[in-house]
């Protein structure tokens, strides 16, 4: 398994990997095994690669078969639902420590395979972007949708994330997660 930070060359396979599991595309009877709820662009993937170095890959034979994205909250303040997440940031703390735009960022979404989940390719690639993110940031803060319980068991079993606070959002619930960058 190689683990690498995406380059511009990796994009439309992101994007292939990713609508096979976005919520407007993923046949409902495969929701239970998880979804990703924020729809992305080749420009978003872009703008991820080239101004934040903030997309993870999992290559497998030669082929992308997780990532995990991560970026400042200015990054992913372009979509509403993380406007709301910088409006709020201020809610939960983590270990007693404030949470801000400047000490914290977005974690996720993340992707496996099914031809790979259970394989520990969750928690390489979750370790990988932990490890990277860790060079700027000293937290690590997420939300997962309560419909996504595969998605909670993994980051909260798998990836010790810890829930700092619970929230609804466009008719939505959600768990607010978060970790220390430097464990």
């Known amino acids: ?52 170095q903030g997309l993870f890959l999992a290559i497998h034979n030669k082929r992308i078969v997780a990532y995990a994205m991560a970026a400042s909250w200015s990054f992913w303040c372009q979509w509403p639902m993380f406007q709301f997440m910088v409006d709020n940031l201020h809610d939960a703390t983590l270990f007693n420590n404030e949470l801000t735009t400047t000490n914290s960022y977005q974690y996720g979404p993340v992707c496996v395979d099914k031809s790979v989940r259970g394989a520990g390719v969750f928690e390489d690639v979750f370790k990988f972007s932990l490890n990277k993110m860790s060079e700027k940031y000293p937290y690590l803060v997420t939300f997962i949708n309560k419909n996504n319980p595969r998605s909670y068991e993994a980051h909260t079993r798998k990836g010790n994330l810890v829930v700092i606070n619970e929230f609804n959002y466009n008719n939505n619930q959600y768990f607010k997660l978060g970790c220390e960058t430097s464990r």
């Open 1 to 52: 398994m190689e683990l690498k930070v995406a380059t511009l060359d990796n994009v439309a396979e992101v994007l292939n990997l990713h609508y096979k599991y976005q919520v407007d595309s993923i046949l409902e009877e495969d929701k239970k095994d998880g979804f990703i709820t924020t729809a992305f662009t080749e420009s978003h993937l872009s703008q991820l690669i080239t101004e934040e």
